[in-house]
């Protein structure tokens, strides 16, 4: 796997490439290949790393106690936990990414930006078919397809447009602040837009990192889109999951509310959240992206660790593959390993994360040896963002509510493009019994 992931001999499968195509811009960082990937990470990890991360510290925890106010009004009831928990994802993006609320996206944003993210998340087997098979078209062909009178296109084309309008708006603000001499250093676009009026001051603009560094206003803009709807699915279905898990499990949730109150009772500070082992189990069993698809781009052999028996008998310790050959990253079945997390891998049990059943091996994931967010030149941009935002969430969510499972537990997960939870009748749904504490 991590050969795969960080050799220039694998690209992006052909369905996730056309995904991409349909839904973001040519030049955010997602859709980029090459040298102008690598440039557009560098300058939006500025954005990302430890310590700009705990600037959004604040917005994460005002936006955990209005879903507090939220669900506080189902307390007792069996609630679908879905819309308020992406509701609340989307408030943190739009607050720590852009520096607006969720109203001043406007109405239209965000009702077709939840339609592309059931789109991407809750496909039938039939459109799941129907998009590989026009991932195979030429490319020519799948631009010309995406101006088809298909309401799924449409609202593709809506989001992509809205998101442009939306991210110029931002810029513009961003200007303003500065002239007005505003702190811009509380959301990730103040933050790169900053590095952006730094470099065309720079004495040497030429000679400059802050010029290397430095977005344009249309390249920035291009990145709205994409960061409004990475963040919001893969942060919610992790959150549902957890309080699936921990409704199965009271003693767990019990545990792990009692740690809560204790750290809040010490100075709230970033630490306080780091001692929580609740996001790293979720992940680990639950990866939204639980298959990665790439494809071969050149002849080359993929080492093995362990040599596998092929069917005759012999030991082989790399699989050859060719150029054109998809190959599949099976994410959830690396966080399901026995050899790696033990003999009850398959279980929620959060103790394996400190009484030592998981052996520290190279590291995979840039986070606790798990895939979720990938690894390489891909590696997901927000992991830092996502993992302190779902640390407070979780922090809020369990330290304020408890969670019991419906009469039956019949909830089960689903692989449509991301794992989500559904009813038995297939409905995308978290009914869970909520009690504020
Ligand atoms: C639980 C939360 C999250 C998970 C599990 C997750 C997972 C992933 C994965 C697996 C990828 C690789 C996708 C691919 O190449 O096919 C990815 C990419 C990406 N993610 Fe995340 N993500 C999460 C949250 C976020 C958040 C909160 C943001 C931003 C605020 C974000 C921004 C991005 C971006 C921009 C990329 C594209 C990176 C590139 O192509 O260089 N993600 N994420």
Known sequence: ??????????????????????????NAVVAAKGDTHKRLRAALNIGFTSSAVRNYQPIFERVAEKMTEQLSK???????????LSRAALSAISEAVLGCSVRDLGEAFVANNER???????????????????????????????????????VLRAVKSLADQIGR??????????????????DVFGMLYFVR?????????EQSDLKKNGLTEQELVAQTGILMIA???TVTNTLVFGCLELARHPEFQHQLRAEIHASRRGPLSTFAYETHWCPKETLRLYPPEAIHERITVQDTVIPLADGIKNSKGEVMNH????????????????????SRWGEDAHQFRPSRWVDGTIEQGQAVGPYANLLSFLGGPRVCLGWRFAILEMQVFFSEL??????????????RTLYANMLILVTPSGEKAAPLYITRI
């Not at 189902?74 to 308020?84: E, H, N, Q």
């Not at 708006?169 to 509380?186: H, S, V, W």
């Not at 699989?319 to 026995?338: D, E, F, N």
């Not at 369990?398 to 909830?411: A, H, R, V, Y």
């Open 319 to 338: 699989i050859p593959v060719q150029k054109g050959q998809v190959v599949l990253v099976a994410i959830a079945s690396y966080q399901r390993l026995q």
């Open 169 to 186: 708006r931002a810029i513009a603000e961003k200007l303003a602040a500065a002239q007005q001499g505003a702190n811009m250093r509380t």
């Open 74 to 84: 189902c307390s007792g009831s069996l609630t679908d936990l879905y819309p308020i």
């Open 398 to 411: 369990i330290g304020e509510f408890s969670f019991s499972l419906p009469e039956d537990d019949s909830l």
């Open 231 to 233: 963040g919001q699915d």
């Open 116 to 154: 592309i993210v059931s789109l991407s998340s809750c496909q039938s087997s039939t459109q799941i078919l129907v998009d590989a098979i026009a991932s195979r078209l030429p490319k020519m062909v799948r631009g010309a397809v995406m101006y088809l009178p298909i309401a799924a296109f449409k």
């Open 197 to 205: 009026l730094k470099s065309r001051h720079a004495v040497n603009p």
């Open 1 to 26: 796997m991590q050969y795969i992931l960080n050799s220039p001999h694998f690209g992006r499968g052909p369905a996730p490439e056309h995904t991409m195509e349909l839904m973001v811009d040519q």
